[in-house]
């Protein structure tokens, strides 16, 4: 069974302080994915890496995509209310098509005014 | 942008009825969509893969005769959760796979439907 490691599960912080969440696996991830959910809806995506070493910016998120492709991070800069959300990440292991994503625990993320 | 949707977003049922859930994409057509299911204060566990045309795939522990996934046409797949119990209860969400884009081959997911059984 292929596991993905999410950390931290819970984290609370102060309006304009930076955090950082982290996803590791022990495999090969053919494209991780982040996700966005807000209680009672849906996942939302908010981005998709693929190459080792990728690096990609959304606002104030950045993600990081490991170089070995087994681990991945979300960097919020200057947390702010909104930001609050449950973040999760999720990967798929063989490419080449359509395959059932594999989700982390995620992580609750309160950002308090 | 790729929309899903999923009907009804919420039910209530007794327990030992059955309760159909539809998995609607809504501006693009996908072969493959996928079941989720998530309990309270956890994360998505994948339930099945529903393939357009042919019989579903399920997931080590997903019982197929419990959960009949049915993906007729190439924009609805359903799920039914056949003699449902208090413990089936829980948030269901569905996901479309789609081929390029501009995001590229990515899945979209519904709003989820969250499931009552009493």
């Known amino acids: 069974t292929q596991l993905l490691e999410q950390s931290p599960q819970f984290l609370s912080i102060q309006e304009g302080e930076n955090l950082t969440v982290y996803c590791n696996s022990s495999?090969?991830?053919?494209?991780l994915q982040w996700y966005r959910q807000e209680p009672g809806e849906g996942p939302v995506l908010l981005v998709t890496?693929?190459?080792?070493?990728e690096v990609k910016k959304l606002k104030r998120l950045t993600f990081q995509f490991g170089d070995a492709r087994k681990d991945s991070s979300l960097h919020i800069t200057a947390a702010q209310p909104g930001d609050t959300g449950l973040y999760l990440c999720?990967?798929?292991?063989?490419?080449?098509?359509?395959?059932?994503?594999?989700f982390g625990k995620g992580t609750h993320l309160i950002i308090q005014p | 942008g790729a929309v899903v949707s999923q009907h009804p977003s919420w039910v209530i049922c007794k327990s030992g009825t059955s309760v159909k859930i539809e998995c609607r994409s809504l501006?693009?057509?996908?072969?493959?969509m996928f079941w989720y299911r998530q309990f309270p204060k956890q994360s998505l566990m994948l339930m099945a893969t529903?393939?357009?045309?042919?019989?579903?795939?399920?997931e080590q522990g997903v019982e197929k005769d419990k959960f009949l996934i049915n993906h007729a046409s190439l924009t609805l797949s359903t799920l039914t959760v056949t003699s449902a119990h208090p413990e089936d209860s829980s948030f269901y969400i569905c996901?479309?796979?789609?081929?390029?884009?501009?995001?590229?081959?990515?899945?979209?997911f519904g709003p989820g439907t969250r499931l009552l059984v009493l």
């Open positions: 999720a990967g798929a292991w063989s490419g080449g098509g359509a395959d059932g994503l594999t």
């Open positions: 529903s393939n357009e045309g042919s019989k579903a795939t399920y």
């Open positions: 495999s090969v991830f053919s494209s």
């Open positions: 501006d693009f057509q996908a072969t493959t």
């Open positions: 996901s479309a796979f789609r081929q390029g884009g501009f995001l590229g081959e990515t899945q979209y």
């Open positions: 890496v693929v190459t080792g070493g």
